[in-house]
């Protein structure tokens, strides 16, 4: 069963304010969708934080441990995990990380269509050798077949896919790279809406996607 959440060096990453802007927003709007993931961000922006605290050119007690722990529980989190929290408002709307970038209106963005029941809007984040984008996929629609170069974040925005991995709904991270071959499948019923980021162009592998490649353009 694959991990459906960040794994912990991605979260400390984001928590020290080291990802690449595309990275931190998928990782921030995941956040504003799931509470899990925002606590254990809270605990490492508490711990580093008072890590900061003791690098002080003064002998440490024998109860430094015991402060510090102390010190973490009453600290209440703020910065972005606080923000997140803030940022779900009602169903239909986007967190408000995303928010922030993309705008209220989805139907603004520049939709492309890519093929049948798959549609992709670019975001422009600036950050060289990233490409980010919401994609918007037809109940039942497989996106084609494909492999990649580098990583790819995929986070659920609505509605759910499936792969061999397995299923992934609203708030759901999927993280892919090189070893991975996959279709994923909107499910039925609902469109399925998701941030994707890759760092390295998509390898379309599949029968159909072999002939495709030249024409269309995942990323
Ligand atoms: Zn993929």
Redesign the pocket.
Known sequence: MASKRPSEELLMAYAAGSLPEPVALVIATHLAICPDSRRAVAEYEAIGGALLEEIEPVPLGGDALAKTLARLEEETPHGLAGRAQAGRGAADELPAPLRDYVGDDLGKLPWRRVMRGLEEAELEIGTPGYHSRLLRIQPGVG?PQ???EGG?L?LVLRGAFRDASGRYGVGDL?I?DAS?D?Q?VAETGETCLCLAVTDAP?RLTGPIGRWLNPFIHLT
């Open positions: 996106v494909h492999t990649h790819e995929t999927q892919a991975v996959h994923p998509l």
